[in-house]
């Protein structure tokens, strides 16, 4: 049973470029929530997508945005990318029918921007 | 505002001895509890919750954590300390109110278990 997965496991990119992630959810999940990770620091979450339409957004701005497809698979892009962006992003998955309350958790995108 | 505290930023612990990891919350109402755990280069494992019931929950790899209402507690704990044990262990809640998802994660504590 294969787990979260997400792609590309590493990535540099250039202040003001644009960025695209991709995440795979457990098989038989439907929820996907995207948090970002700044090193020494605790995930933050971005925003949660359930049923294609984002469900719930912490404090980010509007250049963070996401998408998430029929097979419950989900994109996070980043526009307008900035030093501070540098950082892990966790793609985390959850069952929206059977038990909500655990995520489990890709290996992450570890993002640099110079 | 809505937060979670780990106030050690590392735990250090001889192999075979009991160890504990704190948190504390600060959320309205009766959340859920969480505990992950994360290896170098990997994301987070789930280890266990806290979502009602019994005040002391069991979870992977012989971790347990015990719910403290009055204090707001959630200390994360282990009778036997091993030095594959050695990782990054955070604590998050999920408010419970209607309509709230997102999970809200405390800075992680790194235990680390001398051989």
């Known amino acids: 049973d294969a787990g979260v997965t997400q792609s590309p496991t590493h990535l540099i990119k250039t202040r003001g470029q644009q960025v695209t992630l991709r995440c795979s959810p457990k098989s038989g999940h439907d929820t996907v929530s995207w948090y970002q990770q700044a090193l020494g620091q605790g995930p933050q979450f971005i925003f949660q997508?359930?049923?294609?339409?984002?469900?719930q957004r912490g404090n980010f701005p509007d250049r963070f945005s996401g998408h998430q497809f029929p097979n419950y698979s989900s994109e996070l892009n980043v526009n307008a990318l900035l030093l501070g962006d540098s950082a892990l992003y966790l793609c985390a998955s959850s069952d929206g029918q059977g038990s909500p309350y655990e995520q489990y958790f890709g290996p992450g995108t570890r993002l640099t921007v110079t | 505002a809505q937060s979670v505290a780990q106030p050690e930023d590392q735990v250090n612990v001889a192999e075979g001895n009991p160890l504990t990891v704190k948190c504390t919350y600060s959320v309205s109402g009766n959340p859920y509890l969480f505990w992950y755990v994360q290896y170098p280069n990997r994301g987070l494992q789930f280890l266990l919750k806290y979502i009602t019931g019994d005040n002391l929950v069991k979870g992977s790899y012989g971790f347990e954590a015990e719910f403290n209402k009055s204090q707001t507690s959630f200390h994360l704990k282990k009778p036997s300390a091993l030095v594959s044990d050695s990782a990054l262990y955070f604590c998050?809640?999920?408010?419970?109110?209607?309509?709230?998802?997102?999970?809200?994660f405390g800075t992680g504590t790194r235990l680390k278990v001398l051989a």
């Open positions: 997508y359930y049923e294609e339409e984002e469900r």
């Open positions: 998050a809640v999920r408010p419970p109110a209607s309509g709230t998802y997102k999970y809200i």
